[in-house]
């Protein structure tokens, strides 16, 4: 693979929610979306992947496709991590993401509906746990609703997440 090719993608139908403080599944025009509220001090969603066999090791990038429910101004702070499902060393009884990234500010559309994309680079080796090529994974995005740099008012709505090889 090159810098820029799509690895894998997510959709919200297809999201894991952990047990408590998640994001919450709901449509907007027919496009399923999840909530993640402002008021809550985090919320999460989850997804399990498989990391293409040709990834060749240069780090992620995620993309979010997010828009703002109500809002017009404001920003929202993301948080993404990688949990590596290694063969024969991960109990999946008990959670073992890597060190969460915190993304910057990500600045909402001047207009509730339209989608803003906003990204974050993950390196290789620590922030991804270490996932390897043909590796099964999960990622967990979180919204930081009590951040005081996440100041955008009502529901961000995830609509789709990407990840490219950086």
């Known amino acids: 693979m090159a810098s820029g090719d799509t690895l894998v993608t997510f959709l919200p139908l ?3 929610p952990p047990a408590s403080n998640y994001a919450t ?6 496009h399923p979306v999840l909530d993640f509220d402002a008021t809550a001090a985090t919320e999460s969603a989850i997804w399990t992947g498989v990391l293409p066999n040709n990834y060749s090791g240069g780090g992620i990038t995620i993309y979010l496709h997010w828009a703002a429910s109500t809002a017009t101004s404001g920003n929202v702070i993301w948080q993404s991590s990688f949990e590596y499902i290694s063969d024969g060393s991960n109990d999946i009884d008990s959670d073992s993401f890597a060190t969460a990234v915190t993304w910057s ?4 559309s001047g207009t509730s509906g339209i989608v803003t994309v906003s990204s974050q680079a993950h390196t290789n ?7 390897v090529a043909g590796g ?3 990622l967990k995005i979180e919204r930081l609703g009590s951040n005081g740099s996440d100041t955008m008012a009502g529901d961000a709505e995830l609509v789709a997440v990407e990840l490219q090889e950086t």
Do not use: C, M, P, V
Not at 105 to 108: E, V
């Open 125 to 131: 080796g620590a922030q991804l746990d270490s996932i």
């Open 105 to 108: 500010a990500a600045a909402t």
């Open 14 to 16: 297809g999201y894991e």
């Open 25 to 30: 599944l709901d449509t907007r025009n027919s």
């Open 136 to 138: 099964s994974f999960r």
